[in-house]
Nanobody, 119 residues
Framework: QVQLVESGGGLVQAGGSLRLSCAVS????????MAWFRQAPGKERERIAR????????DYADSVKGRFSISRDNAENTVDLQMTSLKLEDTAVYYCAAQLQVLAPYNYWGRGTQVTVSS
């Protein structure tokens, strides 16, 4: 079992920055990748950033590439998402999730944190 708790959401003006954090606990040695997803009202959930638990490689959706950065703090067992140059369309509920095996679904999810970007 893996437990995930997000924090750091809030209201920010367009062009601003925000940092989300996901506290990871439980059987962390079983994690293959961690990811941040988001879901805006009326839209499908979208994976926006992913990090391999061992090695730290990352990849990003085109919608956030160059603006968002995912990182892992080994000492604190957190996975952070640094968001810069925020746009109105980044408004969504943001979730962190854990994948335990290659090609497996993301089976462990946090409850989400709301990010609202205002003009």
């Amino acid at each position: 079992q893996v437990q995930l708790v997000e924090s750091g959401g809030g209201l920010v003006q367009a062009g601003g920055s925000l940092r989300l954090s996901c506290a990871v606990s439980g059987r962390t040695s079983t994690i293959y990748t961690m990811a941040w997803f988001r879901q805006a009202p009326g839209k499908e959930r979208e994976r926006i950033a992913r990090i391999w638990w061992s090695g730290g490689s990352t990849d990003y959706a085109d919608s956030v590439k160059g603006r968002f950065s995912i990182s892992r703090d080994n000492a604190e067992n957190t996975v952070d998402l640094q968001m810069t140059s925020l746009k109105l369309e980044d408004t969504a509920v943001y979730y962190c999730a854990a994948q335990l095996q290659v090609l497996a679904p993301y089976n462990y999810w946090g409850r989400g944190t709301q990010v609202t970007v205002s003009s």
